[in-house]
């Protein structure tokens, strides 16, 4: 099944975080591969990297919009690393009963990684996998082979009133 | 901060996992309080129970809607029960940094809690922890007094086409 968390409001990665806790919880194995995410910053990775049966890998850590001073061409072979491994995993036999794919949407719509390319991989590592993939503005081409895609829309947000990230919350 | 997660689509429930899990990654203290959800079903309460910091409360197991021979008066009992626990910890010192409160919303639409009475332990609570509210239907007055609310929205769904709940996916 190829799952979809896309939408500007929260919940699209706390969502996939959850996905694997219950996934892990009937004893099954997860790969968690995230982009730009910064290491040691977010809460969860204390918790993951604990856990059994769980592989988690990060490429790309920091995204040139986002961070200042990220080169452009470290993000986009980060990315390019991230698409190898995932390669790599539709040329082997079943390794995982679930694939998270963090902030893909955002790889794509930036045009880090081939959208048709990163499309027939994970329609290939869909017959032996559960796949989530996250991130806002998904693109139609991805949401079309989708089986689940699920909008996080954003009904109300401290943000707007001015209250920045908060430990916990956010990170 | 007062957090909603709601709409009709996928996320609501792996979402606040996924908040738990940031959470306890930080080192900060967490209760769960669930409604509705039967003990040794969801992949995610193998691993919740195991986990140091979090206290993890179920209450009305079963909803009469949603389970034949479901007694209305056990479940409004035992959703009782989980408001006194909540009455209790808004009357002590702060003890815990976020409580996920799993549900509610449901048990707020279908008047088995009382709507204002909710609201003001919620308001009371909200001084000294952050609290995730989970489930559809979330009523107006307590969107009101939320600072951060996301619809989940159903997109595409697999059900639609006939497809049965998938135990890692739905449970």
């Known amino acids: 099944m190829i799952i979809i968390n896309t939408g500007n409001g929260k919940g699209k990665t706390t969502a996939s975080i959850g996905q694997i806790i219950r996934f892990l919880g009937h004893g099954f194995k997860v790969c968690l591969i995230q982009l730009f995410k ?7 990775q204390n918790i993951l990297i604990k856990l059994n049966n769980l592989d988690f890998f ?3 850590m920091k995204h040139p919009y986002f961070t200042k001073n990220t080169n452009f061409t470290e993000t986009v072979n980060g990315c390019l690393g991230a698409m190898k491994k995932l390669e790599q995993l539709s040329n082997i036999p079943k390794k995982y009963d679930l ?4 902030e893909f949407n955002i790889a794509l719509r930036d045009r880090f990684i081939c959208e048709s390319k990163f499309i027939n991989i994970v329609k290939q590592l869909s017959q032996k996998s ?3 993939i996250t991130g806002r503005d998904a693109p139609d081409m991805l949401i079309d082979i989708a089986d ?4 996080m829309k954003e009904i109300k947000h401290p943000y707007k ?7 916990g919350i956010e990170f």
């Open 161 to 167: 009133i001015g209250i920045k990230a908060t430990k």
């Open 58 to 60: 990060s490429f790309s």
């Open 148 to 151: 689940l895609v699920t909008e």
């Open 99 to 102: 694939i998270v794919l963090e």
């Open 130 to 132: 559960n796949i989530i």
């Open 38 to 44: 910064e290491e040691y910053f977010y809460g969860e």
